[in-house]
């Protein structure tokens, strides 16, 4: 079979790192796991600076598959500079990848390198590490130096050259879909069957549709979408996406009083949180994807809900289950909302927190993609 297509088969956003004084990092080596949901024969990485704000140098990157590292080259050099706001894309490492391994990409930075383009995310296939020293080509690193971790720096791209049967689904949103469920669906593709499919997650916590937060408190809250959309979705092969936001321009304002940082005047209206949902969708159609909305999970018993809040919730939830605009609504309220008091979660699927869903709640998520979707 031809392998001639690129075809991302993992990826992150890139969003603004919290802002503290240890943000800077000197002779460090981060590496991640990445899952190879099909086979192909070549390899290459994206390094993503899109928030820093000063250029950052990545001295020597290395894939370990298969019992041994593999030196990975930009332009045929080892080390890379990306300067502030672009991205550097790697030369193909050819490499025969088997469907369902995992290869680790490691990648050091020898002198002191602003931190500031990262994003969180978890799940059962989102965990790295970082350890001391350059480890870029150590098997075993010893926990003595080296810390696991959630937050995915500079690494935004991983394809793979497959066949042209094989494709990706972006999945877009905040922090819910920082979380967990992401990695559910890529896990229930590769047990149901859905081998031609990647499943890629571009969300970053805290972020909203329409505004986006300038002082250094909520710095990391991340980008609004005309600062992340164009730059997160298009992906290599991808032909759909999955957009579930929106919760956070509802929840966010609290008013001057309350928070200087959190002015009622940033509280949208539901056409014009619509409105900016619409602006996703033309976007995405212009690349030439599927366009598939959840909505807006329940949210009775978080420390700003207030009926106000709920009736937009409804009103927003309600575009999406019946505009024509989208190829389906994926109904995640209500999935996980309880039958007895809509506005909350069923207990089983509420992490405690009101907003979040338990581990159970995010398994939820990913059976309620139709199947259609994935194949």
Known sequence: MEHNK????????????ENRPERYAKDITIRYPIHIPFSGEAIRLTFDNYCGTEPITIDKVT???GGRFYPVLFESDRAVTVPAGEDRVSDPLAVKLNEGEVIQVSFYLKDFTQMRSVVFTCGPLSEGLYANGDMTEARDISIDTSRTTHLFYFLSNVSVLTAPENRTIVCY????????????L???????????TAIIRRATSGSRILREYHCLTYESYGLKGSNRFHHEVPT???????IQQGINDIIHPVGEKVNVFRPMSDLPTVEELIEGLKTYIAQARSYGYKVYVGTLLPMGGWRT????????RHAYNEFI???????GCIDFDEALRDPAAPDRFLPIYD?????????????????EIPADILK
């Not at 949103?173 to 559910?184: F, L, V, Y």
Request: glycine residues 8%; negative net charge; charged residues 20%.
């Open 6 to 17: 690129w075809v991302s088969v993992w990826g992150n956003a890139v969003s603004v790192a």
């Open 63 to 65: 894939v370990f598959y």
């Open 173 to 184: 949103g905040d922090s819910i879909t920082a979380q967990d469920w992401p990695d559910h």
């Open 186 to 196: 890529a896990l229930r593709c590769f047990e149901e069957g859905y081998h031609d």
């Open 236 to 242: 290599d092969g991808a032909d759909t996406v999955i």
């Open 305 to 312: 809900d207030a009926p106000f809040r709920q009736e937009m």
């Open 321 to 327: 289950r019946t505009t024509d605009l989208i190829d």
């Open 351 to 367: 992490s405690g927190d009101h907003l979040h869903p338990s581990a159970a709640g995010y398994q939820r998520m990913a059976m």
